[in-house]
């Protein structure tokens, strides 16, 4: 792999979105280190969201907003050259100092609110948007836009499990990093660098030793959800018309 400037990457994700998936991609490539949603700490801290293992996540990592960026802006670690960092959208509580982003090359990824809501309801209830990370990926994205004044990369999740080597390439092309065929394929079992709510989450992905053939959900959206979910809709489709595919 070539010589480069030293990048991190914030991925911008929502719950349910092979996000986990793309962090083992990053993690297996041999000039990268991955952090795992730094600010889920604080995003606890700071709610009353009762996800599973919250007491020993809370103590488990910095729940202090500004530490976790001097943090997540300072030097890579293990003298790597690209820093992956996976973020949740939802993270960005109102108020939130956001002027840090002009110091990492923002992404986003994004999926099916159906198939986020299907996913994420059998672990968790789906009571608002906002639990979901849509309406904190558009607020990212227009703020990127218009104060940094360039649009980020938007990579779709059923594109990249029905592709993943084309549409990696297009990522890595569009960040400015090489691609690197190790993207493509890693070792099954729990990493050092997932967070401790793994034993929660991600049962799938520790199974797993690449991105799985995309494969639609037939189950039906429940009907108390429906409301919720055209509402992402509208967020996922001003998304999904500016991805790379």
Same mark, same amino acid.
């Given at each position: ?18 996000? !986990?998936? *793309? ?20 995003? =606890?801290? @700071? ?13 488990? *990592? ?22 992956? @960092? ?33 996913s994420y309801h059998k672990k968790f209830a789906v009571t608002r948007s906002e639990l979901l990370g ?33 549409? =990696?390439?297009? =990522? ?10 190790? *993207? =493509? ?7 050092? !660098? ?18 799985q053939p995309y494969a639609p959900l037939s189950e039906k959206l429940p009907v108390e959800l429906e ?17 790379i595919y």
């Amino acid at each position: 792999m070539i010589d480069q400037i030293p990048i991190r990457i914030a991925m911008w994700s929502g719950p349910r979105n092979i996000s !986990t998936a *793309m962090m083992r991609s990053f993690a297996n490539r041999p000039d990268s280190f991955v952090s795992d949603e730094p600010f889920y700490g604080h995003y =606890l801290n @700071q709610t009353d969201v009762d996800h599973p293992g919250r007491e020993e996540v809370l103590q488990s *990592m910095e729940t202090d907003w500004h530490n976790i960026v001097d943090y997540i802006t300072g030097d890579i670690p293990n003298g790597a050259a690209v820093w992956y @960092q996976k973020h949740m959208a939802q993270h960005n509580l109102p108020g939130v100092d956001l002027s840090w982003i002009d110091q990492v090359t923002n992404c986003f990824l994004i999926r099916d609110p159906k198939e986020v809501i299907l996913s994420y309801h059998k672990k968790f209830a789906v009571t608002r948007s906002e639990l979901l990370g849509f309406p904190q990926q558009v607020e990212l994205v227009r703020k990127i836009t218009d104060e940094l004044g360039h649009e980020p990369a938007i990579v779709d999740a059923k594109d990249i499990l029905m592709n993943p080597r084309d549409i =990696l390439q297009k =990522l890595c092309e569009a960040v400015g990093i090489p691609f690197a065929d190790e *993207m =493509l394929s890693w070792s099954s079992g729990r990493r050092e !660098t997932d967070g401790v709510w793994a034993k929660y989450w991600y049962s799938s992905v520790e199974a797993s030793t690449g991105f799985q053939p995309y494969a639609p959900l037939s189950e039906k959206l429940p009907v108390e959800l429906e409301a919720i979910y055209e509402e992402c809709l509208v967020y996922y489709n001003t998304l999904y018309r500016k991805r790379i595919y």
